[in-house]
């Protein structure tokens, strides 16, 4: 059982930064490919971000494609999602995820273990 827990959600204005880290309670954690998801009331959960268990190889959604930057730290057992020119639209609940394999996926039902997400807001 792995246990997620994401943090650095906030208030920001549009343009603005956030750095949103998710801390994995296992000592396996370099073995999970991880991904972060995101919610918007009303839509339904949507692929943000997903990065292969060594850092060697990370995808991104079209919508935030030169604006975040996800990254790990196993030695932390701690992944990251830096946010740079944020926009309204990019308003949501954050949530990590791992999976039971070496690659990233933008698939969220190959992810087996959710945080419990943290909330993004983005005034305009």
């Known amino acids: 059982q792995v246990q997620l827990v994401e943090s650095g959600g906030g208030l920001v204005q549009a343009g603005g930064s956030l750095r949103l880290s998710c801390v994995a309670s296992?000592?396996?954690?370099?073995?999970?490919?991880m991904g972060w998801f995101r919610q918007a009331p009303g839509k339904e959960r949507e692929f943000v971000a997903a990065?292969?268990?060594?850092?060697?190889?990370?995808s991104y959604a079209d919508s935030v494609k030169g604006r975040f930057t996800i990254s790990r730290d196993n030695t932390k057992n701690t992944l990251y999602l830096q946010m740079n020119s944020l926009k309204p639209e990019d308003t949501a609940v954050y949530y990590c995820?791992?999976?039971?394999?070496?690659?990233?996926?933008?698939?969220?039902?190959?992810?087996?273990?959710w945080g419990r997400g943290t909330q993004v807001t983005v005034s305009s």
């Open positions: 296992t000592r396996t954690f370099s073995v999970y490919a």
């Open positions: 995820a791992a999976r039971d394999g070496l690659y990233d996926s933008n698939e969220s039902h190959l992810y087996t273990y």
């Open positions: 990065i292969s268990w060594n850092g060697g190889r990370t």
